[in-house]
């Protein structure tokens, strides 16, 4: 130790040595001038000096200034003469080798009798980490306080005794419809957000290891009178139990709508692979009615009126066109009908069906339409969307048996992305609208699934085949439109057809006249069929009928034949598909030889060859099976007549 005083200074320290050194905290001891008359180990380790940088330099000078203590020699200068005493009195000073220190400094100053002398000891500790740590609590605290009341969840901190609220922000107020005050203190499910009759305790058991629980409930703003969706979730937070209420009526409503668009897209794949097999069967079943038709209409014709035989083969006809009728509905549902499409006024075509409608549907129903003041032009085929109006007339006639109110409207509309978003299978774009409603019986959710599948009924036992709205499905959707349906029991049923709005006006259809004798005059038919069996029914109708024939069982068989064939030939009647050539590629070919043969498509379904997306191509003359007698002549006929005309 330097500057020794007197001995008594020395045998005072040698005295207070022990007790500094057994202490827990940083300890100086100064005198008058503030030199370090001594200090303990734990005073060098806090502050990483040596005992002879330390030892008998000044105080506020310590290694070479590092100290500099703003604020500390004016504090012990001005406070402590006198005997004074200064407690935990707190200095915040960066160091230059230590860097941050907060130190709380006690210090006392005193005049030693014995020793002559003013001296000053300090006991000096590091509350750095404490203090440290209590301002992280207090600003983790303060940014919990402000995550708290700026939640937009409800939050409430709830006593785990007792189950009552402490603590809630405006959030969980906003949305209960109450002051925030209200609710302090009220029990946990007096606010309805926990069913009543639960016991807490047991609640608190639900808790999972991580001490966290979500639930799903409706919830009411007493206020609005507004229910609305709310997620839930319960944290264990120590001494009391968080409580999250989350607002997601919307995220519900949008989880619906997907689940809605779901069903919606998964239907429209059914009814499309339901059309596909629709579509195949009716192909084939079509060429055995022909047969069945073909044979019974010439069987017909060759007995007199009162031959026993005669009912019976008019009962095979009926039935034979029963079956039929149900082949065209399955084509129309797969959408492999042929349709020959003009520029139509939907409204014309409304107006022109009205007194049809009127027989149909009956005295008892009022009949309401309204149709837009100007043009709603559309590319259609007529007689198909007039199919459509009936059957839709119909069901609605079913559904109102006491009678009721029976409406078409029309309008044009845009159907927006967020329209189409909803409704798989929809374009953005201008469409025509045609709106059908009935004031009816309705249907459930359940029936509404399922309305528009081939052979799906709610009427009666034989009251109906379960395809009248299947082929108002697929009426709608060849002509590149979408039907949709809204309904709830005893609210009635509104069908919305939409229909792609064409450019320019509707056309007025005018119709080559010719002559509607069915007998031929000996042109030179050349028939190409590979089924053996239709091949021979057509070319038996032909001959009888006044037409020379050529029969041909494959295509090669047919150019060989048209090559070597004189003279000219007049009409080739032909498949659309057949092993090896299409139908129209053997026409060009048979062509090469016979420049003004004309041709006559015939087929059991819509093919791509002939017909783009079930419409029948410009000037392609198609006949549809199966066919009858009558109708097979009169296509031949005016096929030929066009020819003539045309040519």
């Keep these: 130790m330097q500057n020794i005083r007197s001995d008594k200074l020395q045998e005072y320290l040698s005295e207070v040595r022990t007790i500094i050194e057994t202490n827990r905290k940083p300890f100086v001891i100064l005198d008058s001038k503030y030199n370090v008359l001594i200090t303990n180990q734990k005073f060098f380790k806090t502050f990483d000096v040596s005992s002879e940088q330390v030892l008998g330099s000044n105080f506020y000078s310590i290694d070479n200034g590092d100290w500099d203590i703003e604020g500390l020699h004016a504090l012990i200068e001005i406070n402590l003469p006198g005997g004074t005493a200064l407690d935990d009195f707190e200095i915040d000073h960066t160091f230059k080798r230590l860097g941050r220190k907060i130190l709380r400094i006690n210090a006392q100053s005193y005049y030693h009798a014995k020793i002559g002398e003013q001296l000053t000891l300090l006991s000096i500790e590091d509350f750095t980490k404490r203090k440290l740590l209590e301002e992280q609590l207090k600003e983790s605290e303060e940014r919990f306080r402000r995550m708290f009341e700026t939640s937009r969840d409800g939050l409430m901190l709830v006593n785990k005794i007792s189950g009552n609220i402490k603590y809630s922000n405006q959030s969980i107020a906003d949305m209960l419809g109450v002051v925030p005050d209200e609710i302090v203190e009220k029990s946990f499910f007096d606010i309805g957000i926990w069913d009543k009759g639960i016991d807490f305790p047991e609640m608190l058991k639900a808790l999972d290891v991580n001490g966290f629980l979500k639930r799903q409930a409706k919830l009411l703003n007493i206020r609005t009178n507004r229910e609305f969706d709310a997620e839930i979730f319960l944290i264990d937070r120590a001494a009391l139990l968080q409580c999250n209420v989350r607002d997601i009526t919307e995220r519900v409503k949008t989880e619906e709508a997907h689940h809605t668009l779901q069903k919606q897209l998964l239907q429209a794949q059914r009814l499309e692979s339901i059309g596909r097999l629709a579509g195949g069967i009716a192909h084939d079943f079509n060429n055995m009615l022909s047969i069945i038709m073909g044979h019974s209409e010439l069987m017909i014709d060759e007995l007199r009126m009162d031959h026993p035989h005669r009912v019976v083969l008019e009962e095979v006809i009926k039935a034979t066109s029963r079956a039929r009728d149900l082949t065209r509905q399955l084509l129309a549902f797969g959408r492999k009908q042929v349709l020959e499409i003009k520029k139509e006024d939907i409204n014309d075509i409304i107006a022109g069906f009205e007194k049809l409608i009127r027989r149909v549907i009956g005295e008892d129903i009022e ?156 042109e030179t038919v050349l028939v190409i069929e590979d089924d053996e069996s239709v091949r021979k029914l057509t070319c038996k109708m032909l001959m009888r009928f006044g037409y020379r024939v050529i029969e041909s069982k494959n295509v090669t068989d047919a150019i060989e034949r048209a090559h070597n064939r004189e003279p000219s030939i007049d009409l080739v009647l032909t498949d659309v598909v057949m092993p090896g050539l299409k139908g129209p590629e053997v026409f060009q070919r048979i062509c090469e030889h016979h420049p003004t043969a004309k041709v006559l498509y015939m087929s059991g379904y819509a093919d791509d060859v002939i017909v783009h997306k079930g419409i029948l191509d410009d000037g392609v003359q198609f006949l549809q099976k199966p066919f009858s007698l009558h109708s097979l002549l009169k296509k031949v006929k005016e096929t030929l007549h066009k020819s003539f005309k045309g040519n």
């Design 367 to 522: 009949l309401k339409i309204s149709l837009l003041s100007k043009e709603v032009v559309v590319e259609v085929d007529t007689t198909h969307i007039e199919q459509v109006l009936m059957n839709l007339a119909v069901n609605a006639r079913d559904a109102m048996p006491e009678g009721g109110q029976f409406s078409i409207e029309t309008g044009i509309v845009n159907l927006d992305a967020s329209y189409t978003d909803r409704h798989p299978g929809v374009s953005p774009g201008s469409y025509a609208m045609i709106a059908v409603s009935d004031t009816g019986i309705g249907m459930d959710p359940e029936t509404l699934t399922q309305i528009f599948e081939p052979f799906f009924t709610t009427k009666g036992k034989d009251k109906g085949t379960g395809l009248g709205l299947a082929t108002c499905y697929g009426i709608v959707k060849q002509h590149g439109g979408n039907i949709w349906v809204y309904s709830e029991p005893g609210h009635g049923t509104t069908f919305k057809i939409y229909l792609p709005l064409a450019t320019g006006s509707a056309k007025i259809s005018r119709q080559q006249p010719f002559d509607d004798e069915t007998v031929g005059g000996g």
